[in-house]
């Protein structure tokens, strides 16, 4: 089993629509939570973390549900620009493990005009 | 600032040839990281450092050296490339709290014949 388990999509949306993507993680002590961005041929960058609390920036929501080790992402009023893959991301952050981060496999949308 | 850099960005080797990626980071960071992407893996931690002169196995390090001798520095070393090898390779680097967000480089891509 992944460690980290994301549905590889792709997800094909018009523009304006919402989306929700999942992300499920098998390591129960895991304390830190991302979604990264990573458009074509480029670099994963950080979109946001995830909080406990659940938190919000501008058009995205994400969500942690750590009872059911369960991650989601939710991108409302979908862009044009939002195409890319979206990589589920957990910081084991345990003693001696030097920050590692083990990264899902990814979900690409495309965002259709 | 550059942020992360990589050379080269782009590689052919043979067989048997070895070669050293270099990665270059202008944000003082302790922590550096060396991933390896491939289509439907994710991204798969190779080797990393948690500061000047000392380094650690991640995933999937065989095949694979590398040598932190100054901070700012992370070098990967392939000594006998092989096919399986063929990969896009990132570099990151992070302050290094459980909160971080990890820095990547351009990616270089690696292709053995």
């Known amino acids: 089993r992944k460690e980290v388990e994301q549905d590889p999509g792709p997800f094909n949306v018009p523009e304006g629509a919402t989306v929700a993507f999942n992300c499920t993680y098998s390591?129960?002590?895991?304390?830190?939570f991302f979604w990264y961005r990573q458009d074509c041929r480029k670099e994963p960058k950080l979109l946001m973390s995830?909080?406990?609390s659940g938190n919000e920036d501008g058009r995205f929501t994400a969500q942690l549900n750590r009872a059911s080790q369960y991650i989601s992402l939710l991108i409302r009023d979908s862009k044009l620009s939002d195409s890319a893959t979206y990589l589920c991301v957990v910081n084991d952050g345990s003693s001696g493990s030097a920050r590692q981060l083990t990264f899902g496999s990814g979900t690409q949308l495309t965002v259709l005009p | 600032n550059a942020g992360v850099t990589q050379t080269p960005k782009f590689r052919v080797l043979k067989t048997g040839q070895s070669m050293t990626l270099l990665c270059a980071q202008d944000?003082?960071?302790?922590?550096m990281y060396w991933y390896r992407q491939d289509p439907g893996m994710g991204l798969r931690l190779i080797h990393y450092s948690v500061g000047e002169g000392t380094t650690a196995k991640g995933e999937v390090p065989d095949g694979y050296n590398v040598s932190r001798l100054k901070k700012q520095n992370f070098l990967l070393g392939l000594e006998s490339a092989a096919p399986s090898q063929t990969s896009v390779y990132f570099c990151?680097?992070?302050?290094?709290?459980?909160?971080?967000?990890?820095?990547f480089g351009p990616g270089t891509r690696l292709t053995v014949l």
């Open positions: 944000m003082n960071h302790e922590y």
């Open positions: 390591n129960s002590a895991s304390q830190s």
């Open positions: 990151a680097s992070t302050t290094g709290t459980t909160t971080d967000t990890q820095y």
């Open positions: 995830v909080y406990s």
